[in-house]
């Protein structure tokens, strides 16, 4: 599929009649500009596959932030001349959460011959303290992962620098194609064995660190897509996330089902769909997850076996990107997985409360060549739980995908919260 309709589609899809999704072009700005959280409560090859270089990624431009929260200054304060960063003291996003750090060391780069670009997945091996960052696709160019190093040390961010990648093939070894696999999300075992959920059917393969697949995971057959199932092509499965105890995984689907469509105020009716590792990592339930009005469920975090991190994500052209961060809790929550449609009155959604919206962040130095209400904010579809700080503070690292596109920014982000 083309990216730049890709970027667009969690807005503006088959699922959003096209006179509500003008309706939204005219009042989500004026709703950004008040800046007023949305309710706490809802209601209701031939070659190597993997390459290790040393050499560090080409450059164009770069623009990093770090924010010192102990600086006592009022407004940003620039850095000495010539240096990609800037330092300033207003590092809230939200009560508890602050910004950490930005950079966009990676954007429009090349590493050992491909484009770095499109990344749509992220998640930390802890094990390692490396990231695995996830290529969503690129035409005929090798489905692939990046494998890279953030500094993070004392609150301070520092660009992100890729160490390898490595392409993702078939069981007969055949490299896949961005027309073959479109890699949405991550995880990561603790055998190395990696986890990732790519959105053409869609599937969860298993693959091992060398990037040689293992398996796949069963799909329920109303998540396949159309006409195999009831999701809409590019609204399927965008999230992964396991448990840390490793007994749990979950994903959702993008947009709604057929089934399941939207409410009058346009909010999707979601289904999470849950794993359980033994035996062999089982769909056993579905719960119903609400989004806000015109957002796509981009990402997932498990916090704990029944507690999530959401990331919700859309887009409005002109205006830009929402972008929020809510908890979720799973405790006692109903299983609906033999519920034909989740159009019923008498189901209640997910409780969730808003941790941060990003268009409260501050912007710093920040630039983006398309228009955003904050120039920070970009398509941000990936999150992931990073090293906890020594104020025993998790931290959040967000990542934003470009679509290989010359209005969008590859941008990694640290927040910092208590968890």
């Known amino acids: 599929m083309a990216q730049s309709v890709k970027r667009r589609s969690v807005l503006r899809q088959r699922w959003l009649p096209p006179l509500a999704y003008s309706l939204l072009v005219l009042l989500l700005p004026l709703a950004a500009c008040t800046q007023s959280p949305v309710p706490t409560t809802v209601l209701a090859t031939s070659t190597p596959t993997s390459t290790v270089s040393s050499a560090t990624p080409t450059i164009s431009a770069t623009s990093t932030m770090a924010i010192t929260p102990t600086v006592p200054l009022a407004t940003p304060t620039q850095a000495v001349a010539g240096s990609p960063s800037a330092t300033i003291s207003m590092t809230s996003c939200a009560p508890g959460v602050d910004l950490l750090g930005f950079s966009d060391a990676l954007n429009k780069t090349h590493f050992a011959n491909t484009n770095v670009g499109g990344l749509s997945g992220l998640v930390y091996d802890a094990a390692h303290d490396h990231y695995y960052s996830l290529v969503d696709n690129e035409r005929d160019t090798p489905a692939r992962f990046y494998t890279l ?7 301070a961010v520092g660009p992100p620098a890729i160490v390898a990648v490595t392409t993702l093939r078939d069981p007969t070894g055949k490299p896949y ?51 195999n199932g009831e999701a809409t092509g590019n ?27 939207l409410t009058g105020m346009l909010q999707p009716r979601l289904r999470i769909l849950q794993y359980t590792a033994q035996p062999d990592w089982t769909p056993t339930a579905e719960y119903f997850y609400l989004a806000e009005p015109a957002q796509g469920l981009a990402e997932i975090v498990a916090l704990g076996p029944t507690e999530l991190l959401i990331l919700e994500r859309g887009f409005v052209p002109n205006v830009g990107n929402t972008i929020r961060l809510f908890r979720v809790s799973l405790q006692g929550a109903v299983d609906v997985s033999d519920r034909a449609s989740l159009t019923d009155p008498q189901l209640t959604p997910l409780p969730k409360t808003l941790l941060a919206d990003l268009v409260n962040c501050p912007a710093g130095s920040a630039q983006s060549p398309e228009s955003q209400l904050n120039p ?42 208590q968890p």
């Open 376 to 417: 920070l904010l970009d398509n941000i579809e990936s999150v992931t739980l990073g090293p906890r700080l020594a104020d025993q503070r998790q931290t959040l690292v967000l990542q934003s995908d470009d679509n290989f596109a010359a209005e969008q920014v590859t941008r990694f982000y640290v927040l910092a919260f």
């Open 177 to 227: 194609t961005g027309r073959t696999f479109d890699g949405e999300a991550i995880a990561v075992l603790t055998n190395g064995d990696l986890l990732i959920a790519s959105e053409t059917e869609p599937s969860i393969r298993r693959f091992t660190p060398d990037g040689q697949e293992r398996g796949q995971l069963p799909v329920p057959t109303r998540f396949l897509v159309k006409p």
């Open 149 to 155: 190093r953030l500094p993070l040390a004392n609150g």
């Open 235 to 261: 609204l399927t499965f965008e999230s992964l996330a396991l448990t840390p105890d490793q007994q749990t995984l979950y994903t959702a689907n993008e947009g709604p089902l057929t089934a399941d469509g």
